[in-house]
């Protein structure tokens, strides 16, 4: 049974077509990663996903529902949540209260105290509860809106290039996380540059080139397609 499915999902820009023809599938309970160059149509995609662009043409389906008319907080309602690459934390407050609005609407009391501290834990960020986000390191605040992101246990977890800026130990770690969540039954779909991480996690890997869905397979089988690394892999600049 598929989690995320999309049938000839086409989006154009005025004139210029930035996702054509993209009929995708992942399963539940897999790590699916989404590799490409730059430009290749991967944010357009989490965000045809999420419902933040309406696609000019094709349909949307989370767990064989058709998702396609539903506005984003009804997606997100539905068990779909995002972590952008762009930490969306607030740096003023602090780590705890940070977690406290992610979860404002979901519980209360006595709940709502475990829960934060099961994502603080989960997340390691136990000793850094009082903190002022803003405080955090790169990795931690990346680790923060991990928490955030799974705080209201999404069945779909889409991560924007979750490791950008991290040291190699910070994406490990990141990786391990992602690893746990999928073992708790999350399925989660990578965007993801960092060909190190793409093998710890990754199930299955599609490869989007100009707007398309270029290759799809193992991440074996995505490393020993010449065409592949032709567009991308082994490219300095794309890696
Ligand atoms: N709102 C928009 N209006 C016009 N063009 C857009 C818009 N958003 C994206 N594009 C164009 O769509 C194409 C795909 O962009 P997108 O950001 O989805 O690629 P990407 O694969 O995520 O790239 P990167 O790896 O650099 O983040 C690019 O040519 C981009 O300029």
């Known amino acids: 049974m598929s989690i ?27 790590v699916h990663c989404l590799i490409g160059p730059n430009g290749a ?9 999420l419902g933040e662009h309406q696609p000019t043409a094709g349909r949307i389906f989370f767990d064989g529902e058709d998702i396609t008319e539903l506005a984003s907080f009804a ?22 209260q940070n977690l406290e609005i992610a979860l404002q609407h979901h519980l209360e009391g006595q709940g709502l105290t475990a829960e ?27 680790w923060l809106e991990i928490g955030m992101a799974v705080s209201v246990k999404p069945r779909l977890l889409l991560l924007d290039e979750p490791t950008a800026g991290m040291s190699p ?33 990754a199930d299955r890997v599609t490869v989007l080139h100009m707007g398309q869905l270029f290759a799809q397979g193992s991440i074996a089988e995505i490393e020993a397609d010449e065409r592949v690394a032709e567009i991308y892999l082994g490219k300095p600049d794309d890696a």
């Not at 154009?12 to 399963?27: I, K, P, T, Y």
């Open 4 to 30: 995320l499915e999309t049938i000839e999902l086409q989006k154009n820009f005025g004139g210029v077509q930035v996702a054509r023809d993209l009929s995708f599938e992942m399963e539940r309970g897999e």
């Open 169 to 201: 130990d910070e994406t490990r770690k990141t990786g391990e996380m992602v690893k746990t969540l999928n073992t708790e039954g999350v399925s989660v779909l990578a965007v993801e540059h960092d060909m190190e991480f793409v093998r710890q996690i």
């Open 116 to 142: 934060i501290a099961r994502v603080l834990e989960f997340v390691d960020l136990n000793a850094a509860a009082g903190e002022l986000a803003g405080n955090l390191s790169h990795g931690q605040q990346q």
């Open 75 to 96: 997606r997100i309602r539905k068990g779909i949540s995002v972590k952008f690459q762009v930490p969306g934390i607030f740096k003023d407050l602090s780590v705890w």
């Open 41 to 49: 149509g991967k944010s357009t995609f989490f965000r045809l996903v």
